[in-house]
């Protein structure tokens, strides 16, 4: 899904932003082989953390599990709109989710039409359990341009054993509000795309969904792989099947991520999340903010982005992967 981004943010393009992909390019052609990149001025894409707090309580999930527990905070338009000024013309697209449900931020729409007028494609990934009628109205009108949506199972039962506290009767009337808000408005976006995490409990429901996603009033649906923080010894929610799995079980009865760890990353040359308080997260998948690279209420972007900790922890990505514990589990290149 990464790279698809850029073509379809391609309808916003400029010869600008074209230059700055480019130079990615080249960034993570000098990782490719084995060199130290110079990393382009500014990132071409963007995470940002409209809530950092959630209505589910997902195992897999540091925030819903309680693993973590930040201080609650919402994005304001004050912070989107300092991103904004500082690195606009070089973005691609900007992601309005990170950890947490972004629609407990009514504000949302407001923000992503911010972004939207700035000619950058943007999305967001929710669980759908906050969709009536007047929000899907707002997240069609503001012009969003992707909405992922989380749909983990087919009927309550499957459902509810990953999205614990959800109602999936709340998914279905979802993508029927947002279905008739496009038809109503005359709008082809967002284009809603219905995401099935791989599970023990959900692969009863692939058939189902590969069967009717249209139907719902999805335009595409992605079955995806989990990541599980647990994976070494197994856990219960990993798929019966090998092949709907990131891990698979080794010789010494333990399970080992597929494929081999490749020492470099695109996102580290391309891609910055920043968090609900300002703080510059390594990537995604750091939820506990353990590489982090400081704070952009007190350092402008551009600062962040080419210190000495985001240049050390690229460096430690090309050198010993297998050691961070966050790209150890993550299939990522
Ligand atoms: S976990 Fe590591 S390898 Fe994976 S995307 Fe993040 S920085 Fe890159």
Redesign the pocket.
Known sequence: MFFSIYVHSLRYVSLRKIWCLLRCVVDYALMYVGLRPRVSRVPVSISVEPANVCNLRCPQCALGSGMIHPRAKMLKADMLRGILNEVSDSLLSINFFFQGEPLLNRDLPDLIAMAHERKIYTLCSTNAQLVDAHYAERLVSCGLDRLIISMDGHNQQSYEQYRIGGDIELVYSALRHLAEAKHRLGSSTPVIELQCLLLKSTEGSIDFLRNNYKRLGADVLTLKTAQFYDYEHGNALMPSEEKHSRYHLGTDGSYHLKGRLIHR?W??VSAMVIDAHGVVR?????KQGEYTYGNIDETDIRTLWHSSRAVN?RQA?MQY?EN?D??R??D?V
């Open positions: 990353c996102r580290l390594a990537c995604c998948f750091d922890f990505v992967r961070i966050i790209c589990n993550c990522n």
